[in-house]
């Protein structure tokens, strides 16, 4: 069974920093992209950034290209969000995704993870 169990969100005030993690299980991941969509009340769920699992390229959003950067640790199975420059509207429900595409839509993911909640206070 295919776990993502994300955790590191909270609150913090603008100009802070945070960082997510994805904890991955279930299979064998070195031939997936993993990453992050975050979700804001009342819209729609948002690509954020991605990496893939064996070579390591990223991708980012242009909202957040600068301000966030995307990692993993092959040995933990974990990929890592920091957060940094944060700003009110990067407030939203962040959820690990995997999918075996170069995805950047939702319908490209294969796994979602949970969900967790990132506060940014103004």
């Known amino acids: 069974q295919v776990q993502l169990v994300e955790s590191g969100g909270g609150l913090v005030q603008a100009g802070g920093s945070l960082r997510l993690s994805c904890a991955a299980s279930g299979r064998t991941f070195s031939s997936y992209a993993m990453g992050w969509f975050r979700q804001a009340p009342g819209k729609e769920r948002e690509f954020v950034a991605r990496?893939?699992?064996?070579?390591?390229?990223?991708y980012y959003a242009d909202s957040v290209k600068g301000r966030f950067t995307i990692s993993k640790d092959n040995a933990r199975n974990t990929v890592y969000l920091q957060m940094n420059s944060l700003k009110p509207e990067d407030t939203a429900v962040y959820y690990c995704?995997?999918?075996?595409?170069?995805?950047?839509?939702?319908?490209?993911?294969?796994?979602w993870g949970q969900g967790t909640q990132v506060t940014v206070s103004s």
């Open positions: 995704a995997a999918g075996r595409f170069l995805f950047t839509g939702t319908h490209q993911v294969d796994y």
């Open positions: 990496i893939t699992w064996s070579g390591g390229s990223t």
